[in-house]
């Protein structure tokens, strides 16, 4: 059994890397759409979405699916819509 004094150090030298959380749950939920052109990049205030789909819907699905878990980010979705 840990000391108060060691749990104290142990708590204060574990940190979790929220945005690096955040990052990979938004990807994997633009894969989980199956749309593995899509990029996923954060910033502080700002989830930007880059790549291409097939169509208009699957660009607002991919932004629709990160607005969520992105509740206080801006989205930009620069998303492009390839034309076949």
Request: charged fraction near 25%.
């Amino acid at each position: 059994m840990q000391s108060d004094s060691s749990s104290r150090n142990l708590a204060r030298s574990i940190r979790i890397d929220t945005d690096h959380h955040l990052h990979e749950m938004m990807q994997r939920t633009v894969e989980r759409l199956q749309l593995a052109n899509v990029t996923v990049r954060l910033s502080k205030d700002t989830v930007l979405l880059t790549g291409s789909v097939n169509n208009w819907h699957e660009k607002q699905y991919a932004q629709e699916a990160l607005r969520a878990i992105s509740s206080t980010r801006k989205i930009r979705n620069e998303i492009r819509v390839s034309s076949t």
